[in-house]
């Protein structure tokens, strides 16, 4: 059964930084794309960074420059560093694990077929 855990939510003030982690089981995690998305109350989903198979990256251009998607296959973990956090990120957060993902599908909801519960990101002026 795949499952996909994130934590490392939290509230901040504009200009902070936090460190989300999505744990991964169930599953061969190195085999598949791996993203992170968030959802504002009132918007769609949308994607902020993801993972292929090989090990690409893709970034959202919102957060090109202040956001880091890394992994530890050894840990089956994904991470998110934010940094230079703005208001305009307060979401929830997600993480996706999906079959074949690249490039800028990497940032579409369609493609990923497990995700985790959310965890909530605030950032305040």
């Known amino acids: 059964q795949v499952q996909l855990v994130e934590s490392g939510g939290g509230s901040v003030q504009s200009g902070g930084s936090l460190r989300l982690s999505c744990a991964a089981s169930?599953?061969?995690?190195?085999?598949?794309?791996m993203g992170w998305f968030r959802q504002a109350p009132g918007k769609e989903r949308e994607g902020v960074a993801g993972?292929?198979?090989?090990?690409?990256?893709t970034y959202a251009d919102s957060v090109k420059g202040r956001f880091i998607i890394s992994q530890d296959n050894a840990k089956n973990t994904l991470y998110l560093q934010m940094n230079s956090l703005k208001p305009e990120d307060t979401a929830m957060y997600y993480c996706a694990a999906g079959w074949g993902v690249k490039g800028w599908l990497l940032l579409h909801p369609t493609g990923f077929d497990y995700w985790g519960q959310g965890t909530q990101v605030t950032v305040s002026s």
């Open positions: 169930g599953y061969i995690y190195s085999s598949y794309s």
């Open positions: 993972f292929d198979s090989d090990g690409s990256t």
